[in-house]
């Protein structure tokens, strides 16, 4: 079993940053990739970026180059670094592992982007 727990986000005005921690505990040597994910009111919860075990990232084209992920396997931490935020970035950001072919989600962090 793992264990997430994300913590960062908060209100901000639009054109700000935010970068979001999701922090691993439990069963962690099964960990391989780590992503995160974000789903804004009324949609579905989509893809926005995933790092492998490798450090191999990759990231949709509606983030690309204002997203940045990263881990510290030693903090068994995943972060997410948001920059030049938009309101439609608005959304619950989850963290997910896999561990073992597994899928794993922590509760999520509420990000709000005022205009």
């Known amino acids: 079993q793992v264990q997430l727990v994300e913590s960062g986000g908060g209100l901000v005005q639009a054109g700000g940053s935010l970068r979001l921690s999701c922090a691993a505990s439990g069963s962690i040597f099964s960990i391989s990739t780590m992503g995160w994910y974000r789903q804004a009111p009324g949609k579905q919860r989509e893809l926005v970026a995933v790092?492998?075990?490798?450090?191999?990232?990759n990231y949709p084209d509606s983030v690309k180059g204002r997203f940045t992920i990263s881990r510290v396997n030693a903090k068994n931490t995943v972060y997410l670094q948001i920059n030049s935020l938009k309101p439609e970035d608005t959304g619950v950001y989850y963290c997910?592992?896999?561990?073992?072919?597994?899928?794993?989600w922590g509760k999520g962090t509420l990000v709000t982007v005022s205009s």
């Open positions: 997910h592992v896999i561990g073992y072919g597994i899928d794993y």
């Open positions: 790092i492998t075990s490798g450090g191999s990232t």
